[in-house]
Structures are given as C-alpha cells and as structure tokens.
C-alpha cells in the first residue's frame, strides 16, 4: 500500500490535497478555483502569491456580500481573521 504523502509532491497533488481535506462546503475552495480559472484565462501558466491575492480576496468578498458564512458551519476561523 502506497503513502497518500509523497516527498516530492506533484502539481496533481497539491490540487487533489485541497480538494479533498478541505471542507467541501468552503467558500475558500470556490474562490480559489475562480481565481485560477480567472488567471489562467489570461494566459497565465505560474501564478504567485501576490498575484493571487487580489482576485482571490476580490472573490471572497464577492462571496460575504451575498452571505455572511463561509459554509454550512456556524462559525469560520478564516474568515473570522
């Protein structure tokens, strides 16, 4: 039986991390996704951190206009921050 833990993670493997430890009700994961679609519709093929900050919080907020959760759970540390 093989380790789900690699050493050298590949870029499958960060995106399948996300998605599947994540919660699947968070609105991070949503905004995450618009943000690279939005980006790599630009051509984009590498995307920092700082670039992805702008698109991503601009999505969020999207998101806390329209409800004032993350999810389906009471409460979010994350957005709380």
């Known amino acids: 039986m093989s380790l789900f833990v690699e050493e050298y ?3 499958e493997s960060y995106w399948r991390a996300i998605i599947l430890f ?3 009700v968070a609105s991070y994961k949503f905004a995450l996704g618009k943000s690279l ?3 790599a519709q630009g ?3 590498f995307i920092s951190l700082e670039e992805l900050a702008v698109p991503y919080s601009s999505h969020i907020a ?3 206009a329209q409800k004032d959760k993350q999810g389906t759970f009471k409460a979010s540390k ?3 921050a």
């Open 9 to 11: 993670p590949s870029l």
């Open 78 to 80: 994350f957005l709380e």
């Open 22 to 24: 994540g919660r699947n």
């Open 37 to 39: 679609i939005q980006l």
């Open 62 to 64: 999207q998101h806390l």
């Open 43 to 45: 051509g984009k093929t």
